[in-house]
């Protein structure tokens, strides 16, 4: 930090042998060169980051685990896969990729934010999307609320990767 208003006194007065009032020279202190990162250095964090925000989007939680946030990527990965799970099991649509208009081209990124969960339910979604109950649609929504919460956890984790406060 800069600390260049305030003086900083190194000794009191006092006297010498001659009974003579002397007193210690007094040192400003001047402003510290701030000390930037070299672009090397910042570049490997940016690229280190990265890494870590695609290894946590394509499964979730992974990306604060390489991070050593153990609580948090437990947390995220059991949360996006209850999600998935109960969105697949309530027979929920999965968006194809290409869809005609807006929300279908927003329900595939949506969808597609849960990694690899994605291409897991996609697998296991059989005999195709139920929405014409009430658990359908809910399914639905359950499945876009996985995406988003993985994808806000991705970001997350290059936010701390790149040591910000997140």
Same mark, same amino acid.
């Given at each position: 930090?800069?600390?260049?208003?305030?003086?900083?006194?190194?000794?009191?007065?006092?006297?010498?042998?001659?009974?003579?009032?002397? !007193?210690?020279?007094?040192?400003?202190?001047?402003?510290?060169? #701030?000390?930037?990162?070299?672009?090397?250095?910042?570049?490997?964090?940016?690229?280190?980051?990265?890494?870590?925000? #695609?290894?946590?989007?394509?499964?979730?939680?992974?990306?604060?685990?390489?991070?050593?946030?153990?609580?948090?990527? #437990?947390?995220?990965?059991?949360?996006?896969?209850?999600? #998935?799970?109960?969105?697949?099991?309530?027979?929920?649509?999965?968006?194809?990729?290409?869809?005609?208009?807006?929300?279908?081209?927003?329900?595939?990124?949506?969808?597609?934010?849960?990694? !690899? @969960?994605?291409?897991?339910?996609?697998?296991?979604?059989?005999?195709?999307?139920?929405?014409?109950?009430?658990?359908?649609?809910?399914?639905?929504? @359950?499945?876009?609320?996985?995406?988003?919460?993985?994808?806000?956890?991705?970001?997350?984790?290059?936010?701390?990767?790149?040591?910000?406060?997140?």
């Amino acid at each position: 930090m800069f600390d260049d208003t305030i003086e900083n006194k190194t000794a009191s007065d006092s006297t010498n042998a001659s009974g003579e009032n002397v !007193s210690a020279p007094i040192h400003e202190a001047r402003p510290q060169a #701030v000390h930037s990162e070299s672009s090397g250095t910042a570049g490997s964090y940016d690229f280190r980051a990265i890494i870590i925000a #695609v290894t946590g989007w394509i499964l979730p939680g992974f990306g604060h685990a390489l991070l050593k946030m153990w609580g948090r990527a #437990v947390t995220i990965f059991l949360a996006v896969g209850f999600l #998935v799970y109960l969105g697949a099991g309530m027979r929920g649509n999965l968006f194809p990729p290409g869809g005609d208009d807006a929300f279908a081209r927003l329900g595939y990124a949506a969808d597609l934010g849960t990694g !690899s @969960f994605y291409f897991i339910a996609r697998s296991l979604e059989g005999s195709g999307a139920d929405v014409s109950r009430a658990d359908g649609d809910y399914g639905t929504r @359950f499945l876009a609320t996985a995406g988003v919460l993985n994808l806000l956890a991705a970001l997350h984790a290059y936010e701390a990767a790149r040591r910000r406060k997140a």
